[in-house]
């Protein structure tokens, strides 16, 4: 099995409120909306982001909605100041996200970050961390 | 807010379980390896998979361990052939992954697909989708 990651999937409860979010108050650009089943998002090279409507993502995995609550798992958007912490997490909740941890220092790796619930369940990390490099192939290093 | 996701880190039990799978059975290659804490592997471009021991994934988020059990999230990887997908499958339950679903056609978009459940939780979408394609540039369409 190679080492990739080609889709997040996330059960999604109201299609509509996530494309509230995500489109209209953050700009995200969708790169197929299928609406009452699908949205995907493009977010990374070669890596999409499915919100699922959450009834479907149960009837597609076969095992009932014992899994369609999300939880166990953070999506984390690096940004390059903590200054930009704040500043995407004040974006995030005037968009209708619920800021659970306020921007500070992080427990681990030396970042700096904060966590912002959207609508629909997903968790998300805002972070800034000094360490954390992309070179030009795409190959992430940490300082 | 870009539209980018840097880090997947999903709350796992235990780490060593984790990485015989990952590393000692599947060959994946970690980027950073910190025992009793933090495993993380590259998965695209710019993208980390994480596996966040799950008592400080609950101490990080602050929220307690509700948002520990891991659902409501498919990770796919995406292989050439329905041939791959029985091939990846089988690999992934000789390492101690629990089949879900055996291949089959998929419900949505036109796809061959299987689901098994790693040790520890994240459940792993193996399928092979005709129309789905990465451009040179990494950005990804549906034919």
Redesign the interface.
């Given at each position: 099995?190679?080492?990739?990651?080609?889709?997040?999937?996330?059960?999604t409860p109201d299609l509509d409120v996530a494309r509230a979010f995500y489109v209209a108050a953050?700009?995200?650009?969708p790169?197929?909306d299928v609406p009452g089943?699908?949205i995907?998002?493009?977010?990374?090279?070669?890596?999409?982001?499915g919100l699922f409507d959450?009834e479907?993502?149960a009837?597609?995995?076969?095992?009932g909605p014992?899994?369609?609550?999300?939880?166990?798992?953070?999506?984390?958007?690096?940004v390059e100041s903590p200054d930009e912490v704040h500043a995407?997490v004040a974006?995030?909740a005037g968009a209708g996200g619920t800021v659970?941890?306020d921007p500070q220092p992080?427990?681990?790796g030396g970042i700096f970050h904060a966590?912002v619930q959207a609508p629909g369940?997903i968790?998300w990390?805002i972070a800034h961390n000094p360490g954390?490099q992309?070179g030009v192939?795409?190959?992430?290093?940490?300082g």
């Open positions: 099995m190679k080492q990739n990651v080609h889709f997040v999937t996330v059960a953050l700009g995200w650009v790169l197929v089943e699908i995907f998002f493009q977010v990374a090279p070669g890596a999409v982001l959450v479907k993502f009837q597609d995995l076969g095992t014992a899994h369609s609550v999300v939880s166990g798992v953070t999506l984390s958007h690096n995407v974006a995030m659970l941890k992080g427990a681990f966590h369940g968790i990390e954390w992309i192939d795409g190959a992430v290093s940490f």
